[in-house]
């Protein structure tokens, strides 16, 4: 290998990366990026987190390596204009360390506006754009969807975590992007065990009886896109049928949260559904679980789905997409039907073999498709073909 060679291959194989978030909360796309953060800090890779403002350490931070360089951009508490501003002015200050890094990696809106400003003011070969879109196929308004497409087509590499319709036809008009779809991964040695003693401590924290057998229930962030409301039709239809043996558990925070209360109560569901707001640990409410409900839009699920299945809990999910046809293929059996998807679960909670054999099932799956291992190589080689292409070698 000449000189030259053996140049360019330490600069691809040795990357300077810096990923781009609002805060470290606990998000899929937050949870996404420390993923990717520790990954690559550990296997010997420059990594830096550039974070909008800072928020309780014990909600994400506090999962990021000490091998990894934690800046916050502002000190938070600033209005959402003051916040941008702030992160304008940050991007002028250290524009000469932007230029020294191989990789900006951009996720959530905040991370794409930083992003598009950096290589606004980019001069030079570096650093490569990249984005993962985290909002794939979720129901946004269109005005805010054309926006993001409008941030999208100014990056070097794009990263999708499942294809639609509308996003296909955006690669179609911007054949210049460096594009790869990449599902969300897991770590399947985060997965831990959960005694007893703690499951009953967290069953009678939340006010499930001692009497209940069943649990079902599902974890995430209580916010409009998410529609926490559409859990309750099936819950009602497999209380109805099943009595008083099961109970149902939303934990989550967000904006929806006191509203989710009040449809709770409304609906007549308020001794048997608990909503006991955000969990620091999602492994203990997924320990005391039978089955699991998620939401899915076409294929695409997200990551905590995952860890719940990783952990042993059968998943199904609430089909977003209404066109959309079950494969084959889907992991997840879901269904734009409540009382179709209340019939299915019914089902599995009488039978316990079921559950088994769906969790087995879920657990070789994920092993095999949705590992942090496997999104990592994907992304290692996106970053490596943005950095040659936007240097103009060809090879």
Not at 122 to 138: D, F, N
Request: aromatic share 8%; proline share 5%; hydrophobic share 45%.
């Amino acid at each position: 290998m000449s000189n030259k060679e053996t140049s360019k291959a330490s600069y691809v194989d040795r990357m300077n990366i810096v990923h781009v978030l609002p805060a470290l909360t606990k998000g899929g796309g937050e949870k996404v990026a420390v993923d990717l953060a520790n990954h690559a800090a550990c296997t010997g890779h420059e990594v830096t987190m550039l974070v909008g403002w800072p928020v309780d350490r014990e909600l994400l931070e506090h999962k990021i390596s000490s091998a990894v360089s934690v800046i916050f951009i502002s000190s938070g508490g600033a209005s959402i204009i003051l916040r941008y501003v702030k992160l304008i002015l940050w991007i002028w200050r250290q524009r000469i360390w932007l230029a020294n890094q191989d990789i900006i990696h951009c996720h959530l809106t905040f991370g794409a506006i930083f992003g598009s400003v950096t290589k606004l003011l980019r001069r030079g070969k570096r650093p490569c754009i990249v984005e993962t879109y985290h909002a794939v196929g979720m129901p946004i308004p269109w005005p805010k969807r054309w926006f993001h497409a409008w941030l999208l087509a100014q990056r070097d590499g794009i990263v999708l975590m499942a294809e639609d319709m509308f996003w296909r036809k955006f690669l179609s008009r911007h054949k210049h992007l460096i594009s790869r779809t990449i599902p969300n991964g897991i770590s399947i040695t985060d997965t831990v065990s959960v005694g007893k003693k703690q499951q009953m401590n967290y069953r009678n924290v939340i006010g499930v009886p001692k009497s209940c057998r069943f649990i079902i229930g599902s974890l995430g962030r209580m916010a409009p896109d998410r529609q926490p409301w559409v859990y309750l039709p099936i819950f009602e239809e497999i209380a109805r049928v099943i009595g008083p043996d099961v109970h149902f558990v939303l934990a989550g925070d967000g904006p929806e949260l006191n509203r989710m209360r009040s449809l709770v109560e409304a609906s007549g569901l308020e001794d048997k559904v608990h909503l006991p707001g955000i969990a620091l640990d999602p492994f203990v409410p997924y320990s005391i679980m039978d089955l699991y409900i998620t939401l899915n839009v076409g294929p695409l699920t997200g990551l905590a789905a995952m860890e719940a299945a990783s952990s042993g809990v059968p998943v199904l999910a609430i089909q977003l997409l209404p066109e959309y046809q079950q494969n084959a293929e889907d992991w997840i059996w879901s269904s734009v039907d409540p009382l179709e998807l209340a019939g299915y679960a019914v089902k599995l909670i009488q039978s316990p073999s079921d559950r088994q054999r769906l969790s087995e099932k879920q657990i070789a799956f994920i092993q095999e498709k949705h590992t942090t291992d496997a999104m990592v190589r994907s992304y290692y080689e996106l970053y490596k073909i943005c950095i040659i292409s936007l240097s103009g070698d060809k090879q």
